[in-house]
């Protein structure tokens, strides 16, 4: 049973009861991500997720660290573009424990200088990790270069010169700026009483203040249409192909979700079954969706030698003029359909996955969208709504390249 509730300063609670569980997951949800950042500052948000972990009043960062893990749980955190969680999942015993530690994280860490040095050099690392991993930095190389210019574009854990420019001041007048009641979600799914974490929270949460702001709306970034290639001494060639996307409110965004897994979205797609199984040139192949509140991306993926590089583009331009030719039977778009619905069914068998759906439905929609809202809107996506999307994604005028290799594609 879904339970929803605000505490008395406004931050919206909402659970989901699961009697059978032995766990609970739990996650504090701040509406901040690296799009309410300037571009001095960029890459704060993630930083601040990190000092999080570093130490409160009443903590350490080793206390932190043993806390949960000694009774057999675990903490973790992210930052995306548009939100930050930080979550635990405990056994249903130490819901108090977890709770209490979040809440003493959210609130009481001490952001101490020796920390934020330190740290630096860390997320600094962490930067340049990213950067000898071809097959992930692509993503965010293709994300800069289509929207140059826009926050959206911007990358997530920012770069090595604004991480090591901003002072605990920034990071203080940040913390402040966003971390008020009317952008923070509590999540929590498993065997928990949505009554007696209400009160809870109540209790530990009270200083968290509501205070009603206008923000500045940011506009829509323009898609721009490039190419471009970072040099790089790998053995593979790593490519994006892209086009615009759609936004999380679209009314036809279940359709480009069908169209998605058609094309590039599991084992059985389209270009999975010619590059790789029938053609042999590729071991990974894959397209995607990226949404966010006022704009998307349709990429595709691809790693392969160099020389092959110029004939999986050629393959994944035909197989989208083939699936907009009206080429899709009626028992694989049912196949589509019918996998989409089935992975997020299995996905809600996890407590961390529903606590996840809950969070990010609250603070994304303002609303739950329920698994059975979801999969009723699949079902009813027909061959003519995915066929009004190709038309739009054939225009192949409108695909941004990137490539991260040892040479251009020829």
Known sequence: MIKQSNLENGIRLITEEMSYANSVSIGFWIKIGSRHETNRLQGITHFMEHLFFKGTVQRSAKQIAEELETVGGSLNAFTSR??????????????????ELLSDMILNSCFKDDD??????????????????PDEIIHDIFTQKVWDGHPLGRAILGTKESVCNYNREDIINHYHSFFLAENIVISAAGNLAHEKLEERLNLLLSKVTLRKETKKLQSEPDFIPVKHTKFKDTEQMHLCLGTKGLHQNSDDLYSLMVFNNLLGGGISSRLFQSIREDMGLAYSIYSYLTVFSDAGLFVIYSGTGPKNAAKILDEIYSQIKCLSSK?????????????LKGNILLNMESVSHRMSRLGRNMITYGRIITAEEVTNKLIKVSMDDVYKLTEILNNFDKYSLVTVGPNDIK
């Open 82 to 99: 548009e939100y930050t969680c930080i979550y635990a999942r405990v056994l249903k015993d130490d819901i108090d424990l977890a709770t």
């Open 116 to 133: 934020i040095k330190k740290e630096k050099n860390v997320v600094c690392e962490e930067i340049m990790m990213y950067e000898d991993t």
């Open 327 to 339: 080429e899709i039977s009626l028992t694989e778009l049912e196949r589509s359909k019918n996998q």
